[in-house]
């Protein structure tokens, strides 16, 4: 399988359960275990039903998320993958995209724009 070369920000379109399909920049994180999206867009997006809540542990402390499945597509590839859902407005990027998307064949090259 051939890699796909990403950056460190890319555009991902999430595709909502109201026949509704958005873009938003998202940031790419290798250090995130799982990917997560804003609330709002989750919202906005019909996005779940919530599949279970998660501890996760990251910068600002530990905290109860729901996990909700997402079908996105990331540089051309679509798949379906679990999402924590947080309040990510006082964020640059709506979207983090962890290892669980990134082991599915990309590669980042931080000097790609």
């Known amino acids: 399988m051939k890699k796909k070369i ?9 595709f909502g359960n109201n026949n509704k399909e958005k873009t938003f920049p998202g940031r790419i ?9 804003d609330t ?3 919202s906005e997006l019909n996005l779940g039903p919530v599949l279970r809540t998660k501890k996760i542990k990251s910068a600002h402390g ?18 379906k993958a679990l999402f924590s859902v947080v309040d990510r407005s ?8 962890g ?3 990134l082991t599915n064949g990309f590669l980042i090259d931080p000097s790609k724009k």
């Open 6 to 14: 990403i950056g460190l920000v890319e555009d991902v379109i999430i």
């Open 62 to 79: 530990t905290t109860l998320r729901p996990i909700v499945e997402v079908e996105v597509e990331l540089a051309g590839e679509k798949m």
């Open 99 to 101: 290892q669980n998307i």
């Open 29 to 37: 994180d290798t250090g995130a275990e799982k990917s997560s999206i």
């Open 90 to 97: 006082h964020m640059k990027y709506p979207v983090l995209i």
């Open 40 to 42: 709002k867009i989750a």
